[in-house]
């Protein structure tokens, strides 16, 4: 350890070689090496590499180079859905393509930790193929509520799904020796005023629901890194709480790897080191004043320091740059569509279907509604999705490799509107980057004279509605709604092809969910495709024909309005975004913005979010309190039909096992996930109806054939957090096994007996310095 007087007197960077190099052994000896200024450098990144100068151009930055010791810089992008750099650089012929992949949602909702392991590995190739290290990836936040921006990038409304998602897609981007980002760590549900919103939390729904998929991802992945998020946490911003990052991050869980703050967040960079956020992105000249004068004026501890150092370098030695990898500067770009391809189309949720799916082999002939089939969401937007799109398949692309003519009138039509409402929305036209959502063409609905020519010269209909929503802005409650256009097109196009004896189906091409119970059942089928890449427009075909049997599960609940889950009402459902509350960039003059920025007086879900539901999130309030939904977490069908039987049950010391038969009893080939939820006996504190333990999905099964899956966890995972004794608790009793096919569709039921209470002490962590109303869940 270099001492304080020490460091003083090496103010100026040494022009002489040092004799030693960086190795994965000598990290200590390379620390003490290292002047104060050099250190200081290490602990802050060198600016985002958006400029064409840069090595990566459009990527989110990388970490401070040494060459007299021999330490590179490590590079840094971000996902997750998309490996984000610029795809054109300047005096370069080349476009530096990166495959647009499902997004996380999307991801989740195959319900297959796997297909986010392939997904993860096919990023990870590109990552290393294109001579970056690290990707900031994946986002782990908890869908909290229905109108987060940032939804698309999280996997789920409960915490067992996101964690193992979130694993399943580190452990397959690792496996190419490159490393990941989990993010936002944690509580960052919102993005208004994201970079200064403190989420008002109590320790149980903190440590059950908020850190648990974390806590699972950190567990059973060991991320190389992890992201604080911009938000506080219980008044402290997380990159400043070493309760979060020390205490239960590293002394509770074992994280091994690198802390770095999400770009440009906190205010106090000495209180970041204190805490064991070791990097601070992308960087700031005040930041690294801030730490340089308090080692030297002693506030700030220089062992401190080092050991943030420390665990940086020990992330570089493990990169490919350190290892001077050649890497091809292309990738394989025609792999990786299919994995999009296959993997989005597991994705995709049969949400109805009366009879109409998958399309019958008289069906030739399609008229397409909806801007949204000849504009698709591959994804959303936000620094994940940086620069130009490799490709996007339309639905009519997709429709007609599929063999289908579709209809040429409507193409025409349609083809003429998204022009006019290109140059209407966009007089100068679209920004090639934008953080926020592009604005989308308005509808149209057909007069009743063309209806009935289209109703006459196809088979079938199919409307698609689009949502798309980003970083730094929330969605607003009238994007949860049908536009009045939207609900017009769809009943008018229902009324008429239903009335001639013709289906019509509804494809939604979503980031978050929508309304739906008012118009579902004027339609004969309801798909939903969250945002499943650039092969959008096959997935979705993939579906409709029947090539690929849905088996997607929603991971989240599809409310009946806006208004039916409890956070809704602690949430900036109606806030007039204003562009500013976002803080970015390098360049940016932070201090002036920060002066404009500072509220008079606090905005309740603005400057602060109250967690007043608690425990009470999706559909353990929907299902606790027999809250009628349109559509259930878990939900999915499938073109052939399924059988559950629990083959065996049991408690083996510490391990929790189900092996369930599932059967196919149908007469086409499918896969089908299990999912096991589990009620908690009386006594202990009050629980939710029922929770979500583990979850698996069977091969494809052909018609008759059977698969019997193991489903497994942890006896302490149906434990929960007692708050005054800081423990987690698992009351003795009898405790239901519930094999579903959703949250609210249990097939079979099994008892357990826990005869020993258990207690296991944590931190007395994250204190909330007010108290946080409770809602009264039954009076709602
Ligand atoms: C986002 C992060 C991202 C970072 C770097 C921030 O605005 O919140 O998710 O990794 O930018 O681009």
């Not at 991050?249 to 770009?263: A, C, I, P």
């Not at 405790?735 to 357990?752: E, I, K, N, P």
């Amino acid at each position: 350890m270099v001492g304080i007087g020490v460091a003083a007197l090496c103010m100026v960077t040494p022009t002489v070689q040092a004799q030693v190099k960086l190795n994965a052994n000598n990290i200590d000896e390379v620390i003490g090496e290292m002047t104060l200024e050099e250190k200081v450098h290490m602990v802050i990144g060198c600016g985002m590499s958006m400029g064409d100068g840069a090595k990566f151009p459009g990527t989110a930055g990388r970490t401070y180079d040494i060459p007299r010791l021999g330490i590179p810089s490590v590079y840094l992008a971000d996902g997750p859905h998309r490996l984000a750099m610029s795809v054109k650089r300047d005096f370069d012929s080349r476009f530096y393509y990166a495959t647009e992949f499902p997004s996380g949602t999307t991801v989740a909702a195959t319900f297959d930790p796997n297909a986010a392991y392939q997904v993860g590995a096919a990023l990870g190739e590109e990552v290393k193929d294109y001579g970056m290290d690290v990707l900031l990836a994946p986002g782990a936040n908890l869908m909290r509520n229905a109108l987060c921006g940032r939804n698309h990038e999280y996997y789920s409304e409960d915490p067992v799904v996101t964690g193992k998602m979130a694993a399943g897609y580190i452990k397959g981007v690792q496996s190419q020796g490159v490393g990941t980002c989990l993010k936002h760590f944690a509580v960052n549900n919102q993005e208004t005023n994201r970079n200064n919103n403190d989420s008002r939390v109590a320790q149980r729904p903190l440590r059950e629901l908020y850190l648990k998929g974390f806590e699972i991802a950190v567990k059973e992945s060991q991320p190389w890194s992890i992201m604080t998020s911009y938000n506080k946490v219980n008044g402290k911003y997380t990159c400043e709480d070493i309760d979060l990052t020390e205490n239960i991050l590293r002394d509770e869980w074992g994280f091994k790897g690198v802390v770095m703050s999400d770009w440009n967040a906190g205010t106090d960079a000495v209180t970041s080191m204190k805490a064991g956020n070791d990097m601070l992105q992308p960087g700031q000249e005040r930041q690294y004043k801030a730490i340089l004068e308090a080692v030297q004026n002693g506030t700030l501890d220089e062992a401190i320091l080092n050991r943030n150092v420390k665990r940086i370098l020990e992330l570089v030695v493990k990169c490919h740059t350190f290892e001077n990898y050649k890497y091809a500067n292309e990738t394989d770009l025609k792999a990786h569509a299919i994995i999009d391809r296959t993997i989005g189309a597991e994705g995709i949720v049969l949400l109805d279907n009366r009879s109409a799916l998958p399309l019958t082999a008289n069906v030739k002939t399609i008229a397409l509604y909806g801007t949204t089939s000849y504009d698709m969401v591959p994804a959303g937007m936000g620094f994940g999705s940086t620069g130009v799109g490799y490709y996007c398949v339309s639905l009519v692309e997709g429709m007609r490799n599929a063999g289908y003519t579709v209809d040429a009138d409507l193409i025409k039509k349609y083809k003429k509107h998204l022009f006019d409402e290109q140059k209407r929305l966009y007089p100068n036209g679209k920004p090639p980057f934008s953080l926020t959502p592009l604005k989308r063409a308005e509808e149209f609905v057909p007069t009743s004279d063309e209806l009935s020519a289209q109703v006459k010269n196809n088979d079938v209909a199919i409307i698609t509605l689009g949502r798309t929503s980003g970083e730094a802005s929330d969605r607003r409650v009238e994007e949860f709604y049908l536009k009045e256009n939207e609900s017009a097109l769809i009943k008018q196009v229902a009324e008429a092809y239903r009335a001639a004896g013709k289906k019509v189906i509804v494809i939604l091409n979503i980031c978050s969910p929508v309304e739906t119970a008012s118009w579902k059942n004027m339609v004969d089928a309801v798909i939903c495709a969250f945002q499943p890449g650039q092969e959008v427009g096959n997935c979705v075909a993939d579906v409709l024909t029947g090539k690929v049997n849905p088996s997607g599960h929603l991971p989240m609940t599809f409310a009946i309005k806006y208004g039916d889950a409890p956070s809704d009402s602690n949430f900036p459902y109606d806030y007039e975004f204003k562009m500013p509350s976002f803080a970015m960039g390098s360049g940016m003059n932070f201090e002036s913005q920060e002066k404009e920025e500072k509220p008079k007086e606090a905005v309740r879900n603005v400057d602060f979010t109250d967690y007043e539901e608690g425990i009470y999130v999706g559909y353990r309030y929907f299902e606790t309190f027999d809250k009628e939904v349109s559509y259930p977490f878990g939900h999915g069908l499938s073109y052939t039909t399924f059988s559950f039987e629990i083959v065996s049950s049991d408690i083996n010391g510490d391990n929790c096992e189900m092996k369930v038969a599932v059967k196919n009893t149908g007469n086409c080939a499918g896969k089908e996930s299990v999912q096991v939820y589990v009620k908690a006996p009386a006594g202990g504190l009050e629980k939710p109806a029922k929770e979500l333990k583990a979850f698996a999905k069977t091969k494809l099964l052909q018609p008759g054939e059977s698969e019997v899956v193991t489903l497994s966890w942890k006896l302490m995972d149906m434990a929960s957090l007692n708050e005054k004794s800081s423990s987690w608790e698992l009351p003795k009793g009898t405790y239901q096994w519930m094999v579903g096919a959703s949250s609210a569709d249990v097939r079979c039921t099994v008892t357990q007996k826990v005869s020993k209470a258990q207690k296991v002490k944590v931190h007395n962590a994250m204190i909330p310095p007010y108290k946080i109303a409770q809602h009264d869940m039954v009076k709602r």
